[in-house]
């Protein structure tokens, strides 16, 4: 990579977006102008990136022929705001809040489907999907070749910070505030989080579903490439500040070979592997890491055909902006 690109953040001061833009120097983008966008009430604050403090700007009146390419980290209505803007511009997008549909902006890991990409020119939008579609279907796409799934079951334990860094400060506040014998009320969650587990992240629809376990849904789907697959998600917020912790049920068309599954996840790039009688926690293994940690991989009690995994990833570094940032190292690598 010898050129450099014109990047927009948006949604910089973020938890997500901060944690771009320190990938972004970590494996060494080739940056030329970065843009550093964020909302009226953020604008003005700097951030480090290289050894110097950058200013952010509002988002709003931000000219995209500015840029090549530009990363939403920040809530979906943002990427409604600005998405026709960013394609009038000629600039291609990576969005992280799911906004769009998959006929505007494929779901991607390059890991998982990058093939989809084919053929394609830009300018491109891309999806970059939940965290927790992210981290099972590298796990799954490691499998492929032993283990054809008929249906998955996925109990997603979110941490905080799946609210942003709101989240992180209400669960801190609640802390304290119990830990010093004071009552509070409730400001971001709808009852009391700390020391607590709440049965939904987000409003259930009419049929008792959230619009994150939909979206989890969609976008495994959309990765495998399987329309048809059944896939059900329950989303849990648990008293944590950063991490996925995910129980994962695998229902396979043929009998597990454990064996096999085992090797397979221990050969696989970008995760890592448990020994039996061990399990990775996202406080001792996850947080601050790029892999996806795998452990209590075991075979079904009553079916051969069922397999059960426990996989834990940080979900702001790995399953949120490190996937945007390869995504958008797959762009300037053969599309821009």
Same mark, same amino acid.
């Given at each position: 990579?010898?050129?450099?690109?014109?990047?927009?953040?948006?949604?910089?001061?973020?938890?997500?977006?901060?944690?771009?833009?320190?990938?972004?120097?970590?494996?060494?983008?080739?940056?030329?102008?970065?843009?550093?966008?964020?909302?009226?009430?953020?604008?003005?604050?700097?951030? /480090?990136?290289?050894?110097?403090?950058? =200013?952010?700007?509002?988002?709003?009146?931000?000219?995209?022929?500015?840029?090549?390419?530009?990363?939403?980290?920040?809530?979906?209505?943002?990427?409604?705001?600005?998405?026709?803007?960013?394609?009038?511009?000629?600039?291609?997008?990576?969005?992280?809040?799911?906004?769009?549909?998959?006929?505007?902006? /494929?779901?991607?890991?390059?890991?998982?489907?990058?093939?989809?990409?084919?053929?394609?020119?830009?300018?491109?939008?891309?999806?970059? /999907?939940?965290?927790?579609?992210?981290?099972?279907?590298?796990?799954?796409?490691?499998?492929?070749?032993?283990?054809?799934?008929?249906?998955?079951?996925?109990?997603?334990?979110?941490?905080?910070?799946?609210?942003?860094?709101?989240?992180?400060?209400?669960?801190? =506040?609640?802390?304290?505030?119990?830990?010093?014998?004071?009552?509070?009320?409730?400001?971001?969650?709808?009852?009391?989080?700390?020391?607590?587990?709440?049965?939904?992240?987000?409003?259930?629809?009419?049929?008792? *579903?959230?619009?994150?376990?939909?979206?989890?849904?969609?976008?495994?789907?959309?990765?495998?490439?399987?329309? $048809?697959?059944?896939?059900?998600?329950?989303? *849990?917020?648990?008293?944590?500040?950063?991490?996925? $912790?995910?129980?994962?049920?695998?229902?396979?068309?043929? /009998?597990?070979?454990?064996?096999?599954?085992?090797?397979?996840?221990?050969?696989?790039?970008?995760?890592?592997?448990?020994?039996?009688?061990?399990?990775?926690?996202?406080?001792?293994?996850?947080?601050?890491?790029?892999?996806?940690?795998?452990?209590?991989?075991?075979?079904?009690?009553?079916?051969?055909?069922?397999?059960?995994?426990?996989?834990?990833?940080?979900?702001?570094?790995?399953?949120?902006?490190?996937?945007?940032?390869?995504?958008?190292?797959?762009?300037?690598?053969?599309?821009?």
């Amino acid at each position: 990579m010898t050129s450099t690109f014109a990047i927009a953040i948006v949604g910089a001061t973020g938890s997500v977006g901060e944690s771009l833009l320190q990938i972004l120097e970590d494996r060494g983008f080739p940056v030329g102008d970065l843009h550093l966008l964020a909302s009226n009430e953020s604008a003005g604050r700097t951030l /480090p990136y290289k050894g110097r403090n950058l =200013r952010v700007r509002a988002v709003e009146g931000f000219d995209f022929k500015a840029v090549q390419l530009a990363f939403f980290a920040a809530d979906q209505s943002v990427t409604l705001a600005h998405a026709d803007a960013v394609r009038k511009a000629g600039c291609s997008l990576i969005d992280l809040s799911g906004a769009l549909s998959a006929e505007q902006a /494929p779901r991607v890991v390059p890991e998982v489907n990058a093939a989809i990409l084919e053929g394609r020119t830009a300018p491109l939008a891309l999806t970059s /999907p939940s965290s927790v579609a992210v981290a099972v279907t590298l796990v799954l796409a490691a499998l492929r070749d032993q283990v054809q799934v008929d249906r998955l079951v996925i109990n997603a334990a979110l941490a905080v910070s799946s609210r942003g860094r709101e989240g992180v400060s209400e669960l801190a =506040r609640q802390t304290a505030e119990l830990l010093n014998g004071r009552s509070f009320e409730p400001r971001l969650f709808d009852r009391q989080m700390a020391f607590n587990v709440l049965a939904q992240v987000d409003e259930p629809d009419a049929d008792g *579903h959230g619009l994150l376990e939909r979206r989890i849904n969609q976008d495994i789907k959309a990765l495998l490439d399987n329309a $048809s697959l059944s896939v059900a998600v329950s989303c *849990h917020q648990v008293p944590v500040f950063f991490g996925d $912790s995910l129980s994962v049920t695998v229902q396979a068309s043929t /009998p597990v070979e454990v064996n096999q599954v085992i090797a397979a996840l221990d050969a696989a790039s970008g995760i890592e592997l448990v020994e039996a009688g061990d399990y990775p926690t996202v406080i001792g293994d996850a947080v601050g890491q790029d892999e996806i940690y795998v452990g209590r991989v075991r075979r079904g009690l009553d079916d051969p055909c069922e397999l059960t995994l426990w996989i834990v990833s940080d979900n702001v570094r790995k399953g949120a902006a490190l996937n945007a940032v390869q995504l958008g190292e797959l762009l300037i690598k053969h599309y821009l």
